[in-house]
């Protein structure tokens, strides 16, 4: 099994809707989790963190299951800057802040 | 402040030659890392460091070479580079348990 898995999509939405995915942790006592975003293999750059109560910014929510071991991201209202791939990042070794990167989910958002 | 500082931005090779891929920060992170990217994948672990003098091989750590004599500076060298190098190169830095903060990458074409 892998450390971090994503639905690599492509998932291809209109303006205006709403986008959920998900990704899964090996590791039952990873502590850090993270969405980054990365534009046309652009360096990646954090979209949010994840908390365990789940947060909010903005048209974007990210949820935290820890009892199946998985991440969300849920886009409301899809702009077309939105099209990017996102990527899962997540400690994968209790007490080792290094982090790990799933493959990514492309999220592409037409007109 | 800079941030994270990447050099080169790209750069072609022969194969078998050698080349140093810089990274520079400004932040006073302890950790470093460096990652490759290849086409349509997601970021895979060189090297790492946790600290001036302490460094520490990730998943793909062959064909490759890292130091770490200051917090600032963590330079990647290639040896004898090989056509399956040929990729996008990010330095990234962070502060325990906390976010990553990346350059802005090298793309290097082996040929």
């Known amino acids: 099994r892998k450390e971090v898995e994503q639905d690599p999509g492509p998932f291809n939405v209109p303006e205006g809707a709403t986008v959920a995915f998900n990704c899964t942790y090996s590791?039952?006592?990873?502590?850090?989790f993270f969405w980054y975003r990365q534009d046309c293999r652009k360096e990646p750059k954090l979209l949010m963190s994840?908390?365990?109560s789940g947060n909010e910014d903005g048209r974007f929510t990210a949820q935290l299951n820890r009892a199946s071991q998985y991440i969300s991201l849920l886009i409301r209202d899809s702009k077309l800057s939105d099209s990017a791939t996102y990527l899962c990042?997540?400690?994968?070794?209790?007490?080792?802040?290094?982090?790990?990167f799933g493959a990514g989910t492309t999220v592409t958002v037409r007109a | 402040n800079a941030g994270v500082t990447q050099t080169p931005k790209f750069r072609i090779l022969k194969i078998g030659q050698s080349m140093t891929l810089q990274c520079t920060q400004d932040?006073?992170?302890?950790?470093m890392y460096w990652y490759r990217q290849d086409p349509g994948m997601g970021l895979k672990l060189i090297y790492y460091?946790?600290?001036?003098?302490?460094?520490d091989k990730g998943e793909v750590p062959n064909g490759y070479n890292v130091s770490r004599s200051t917090t600032e500076d963590f330079p990647l060298r290639l040896e004898l580079a090989a056509p399956s190098q040929t990729s996008v190169y990010f330095c990234?830095?962070?502060?325990?348990?906390?976010?990553?903060?990346f350059g802005s990458g090298t793309q290097l074409s082996v040929l």
């Open positions: 990042v997540v400690n994968i070794r209790t007490n080792d802040y290094k982090l790990s």
């Open positions: 590791n039952s006592a990873s502590q850090s």
């Open positions: 994840v908390y365990s």
């Open positions: 932040m006073n992170h302890n950790y």
């Open positions: 460091s946790v600290g001036a003098g302490i460094t």
């Open positions: 990234a830095t962070q502060r325990v348990g906390e976010k990553l903060f």
